[in-house]
């Protein structure tokens, strides 16, 4: 499913640095961009699109006021330089607030929000059913890969980029332990050391300082031993 975008920013690098994040991401498109939120207006009279970047403070028309000129918005996403706007925004029920400057392992984790939302709206999940939720992640310049929380076993620090091993493959990506960590469900999964994060239901056993997961043993951190011991036994039954 193709995603288009539209951006509309007064500052001319803040459109740039969106767009530069999402050209590389397939199901991501920017539509158009709008310097100026009247002409941004005009276009959504006769053009649909399925989300849009909108900054707050803009000239002759700001953020809020075109949000409440909507009729049928898309999916909000605030960008800005400011925080304190975010409680009045998301009173108008925008998706995500952005602040400035916009890391990527931010932003990819409000792309993996619109990417649901509209995944239910399209494709709504039988009240009999649930749905396996799932992160995009970066795997080369060109390719995203959908990866399924319930099929991670555990992510591996290795410097600047992380291996995350997965019940069906092995996948290498640009970011931080702490950064990805933050993105996954808490109740899921489970810092233990500063190299690794662990799948939680994935644990096959627990000695001494260590955790079994597939036939591995992770060695727990001096410093997370008591959190992940903890976190462990009221895991259990």
């Known amino acids: 499913m193709k995603i288009n975008c539209l951006i509309i920013d007064d500052e ?119 749905e396996s939720p799932f992160i995009f992640v970066k795997i080369d310049k060109k390719r995203m890969k959908k990866i399924f929380f319930n099929e991670i076993l555990v992510i591996e620090s290795l410097k600047d980029y992380l291996k995350i091993n997965t019940l069906t493959g092995k996948y290498i990506i640009h970011s931080t332990l702490s950064d990805f960590t933050d993105l996954l469900p808490e109740k899921n999964f489970l810092r233990i050391h500063r190299s690794y994060t662990i799948a939680i239901d994935k644990i096959d056993a627990v000695e001494g300082n260590s955790i079994e997961i597939e036939g591995l043993r992770y060695v727990i951190g001096r410093s997370y031993i008591d959190l992940v011991k903890h976190k462990i036994l009221n895991s259990s039954i």
């Open 12 to 130: 001319p690098l803040a459109i740039n640095v969106i767009k530069s994040y999402l050209e590389p991401i397939e199901n991501f498109e920017v539509t158009e961009t709008f310097s100026n939120p009247i002409e941004g207006l005009n276009f959504l009279k006769n053009n649909k699109v399925d989300v849009i970047f909108l900054d707050i403070n803009m000239p002759v028309l700001d953020g809020i006021n075109f949000i409440k000129s909507l009729e049928n918005p898309p999916l909000l996403v605030i960008t800005s330089a400011y925080s304190q706007f975010a409680i009045e925004t998301y009173e108008l029920d925008v998706l995500d607030y952005l602040v400035k400057p916009i890391e990527f392992p931010r932003l990819m984790k409000t792309l993996n929000k619109i990417s649901k939302r509209l995944e239910n709206k399209t494709n709504p999940v039988p009240e009999n059913t649930t």
